[in-house]
């Protein structure tokens, strides 16, 4: 048995939703007749109070058009050093949107919106103008951390004094709403533009949502095709996003559970440093300075365990909805056998 916690993006479809994209009425979504893809972006954009939706097949491509359709370059982006749309997106903030980032250190991939009023950019001819703020919910990088919808608040009402735009990464929203006090809707209100994935906890073995008014997604249907995101009979997978929707959201507490496990038992190893503190899906330790981190990772593969490396000496687990209560038993023998 392996047991693959590297990301929630290993998890393999299940019977039904096989069923459900087998099942698919399709049409050809580049001329938007693809009923299932439509169903697909009501549904997503209903959940969170937005007016549209478009489906792109992963959430760089949401994130990236999401950056170009608020912006004019040149200009500026502020977002943490730890972002996503920042560090694991190809460069793709320059590339594509010919903008610059301005990073800041946050609180595990948190910005308050005090420290996004500093970075601002005064009206001056040296300075990009700031025109874009992007949040991550949960920070994947910041080892799954939740923001506050308070601080949210204080930064949307930020952004509209100063006219900026405030996007979210919103790869694991579901994650940090079924932990918060806050709902799709509190969240829906607060930005211009949400990228969701459905390929991540939800389980669908592809595809992104991005959100936003009516004549944002126009234009982002219109840079999607640029992209090459343009898909046509895309109503096979988008019925997999469906299926995930209406049915994977409530569970993700189960995968949240087993990480708090899989934390408290890392805890007392006696090859583990630290383990940072575990809020939903993602476990992040670190390893002992005596010990190399890849040997650690080497070992667990060669029993059956899969994680991946997070930085200096860090090692990641996600948990995810094939990772089952059998599985979470082993994966402790597997960890506490190193010992
Ligand atoms: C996975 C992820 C994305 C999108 O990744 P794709 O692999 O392109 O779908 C965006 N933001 C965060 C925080 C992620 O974890």
Do not use: W
Not at 2 to 22: C, H, N
Not at 46 to 72: R, V, W
Not at 304 to 326: E, M, N, W, Y
């Amino acid at each position: 048995m392996i047991i693959d916690l590297r990301s929630d993006t290993v998890t393999i479809p299940t019977a039904e939703m096989k069923e459900a994209m087998f099942n698919a009425k399709v049409g050809d979504d580049v001329f938007e007749d693809d009923e299932t893809v439509n169903n697909l972006e009501a549904l997503g954009a209903s959940l969170f109070g937005k007016e549209a939706a478009i489906y792109c097949p992963s959430g760089t491509m949401t994130n990236q058009i999401a950056i170009k359709l608020n912006t004019n370059a040149p200009g500026e982006i502020i977002c943490d050093e730890l972002s996503h749309v920042y560090k694991y997106e190809g460069g793709g903030i320059g590339f594509n949107s010919g903008l610059a980032s301005k990073l800041l250190k946050g609180d595990n991939g948190r910005l308050t919106a005090a420290q996004i009023e500093t970075a601002i950019n005064p009206d001056d001819v040296h300075f990009p103008e700031t025109q874009l703020v992007s949040l991550e919910n949960t920070c994947n990088k910041g080892g799954g951390t939740i923001y506050e919808l308070e601080e949210i608040k204080k930064i949307n009402n930020l952004c509209s004094t100063k006219n900026l735009k405030l996007h979210l990464d919103g790869a694991r929203i579901f994650n940090a709403i079924v932990e918060a006090n806050y709902s799709t809707q509190d969240i829906g209100a607060q930005f211009n533009t949400i990228s969701v994935c459905l390929s991540k906890g939800l389980g669908a073995p592809i595809g992104s949502l991005l959100l936003g008014t009516k004549t944002d997604i126009k234009k982002a249907r219109r840079i999607r095709k640029l992209f090459g995101g343009g898909m046509r009979q895309a109503g096979y997978i988008a019925a997999a996003g469906i299926y995930a929707l209406e049915n994977n959201i409530e569970r993700l507490k189960e995968d949240h559970n087993k990480a708090k496990q899989l934390g408290n038992a890392l805890g007392g190893l006696s090859y583990v440093k630290k383990v940072l503190p575990v809020y939903t899906n993602i476990v992040v330790f670190e390893v002992v300075d005596e010990i190399d981190y890849s040997g650690i990772i080497s070992k667990l593969e060669e029993k059956g365990l899969r994680s991946v490396a997070f930085g200096p000496q860090q090692i990641r687990l996600v948990t995810h909805l094939d990772f089952t209560d059998d599985m979470l038993t082993e994966a402790i023998n597997i960890l506490k056998s190193l010992a």
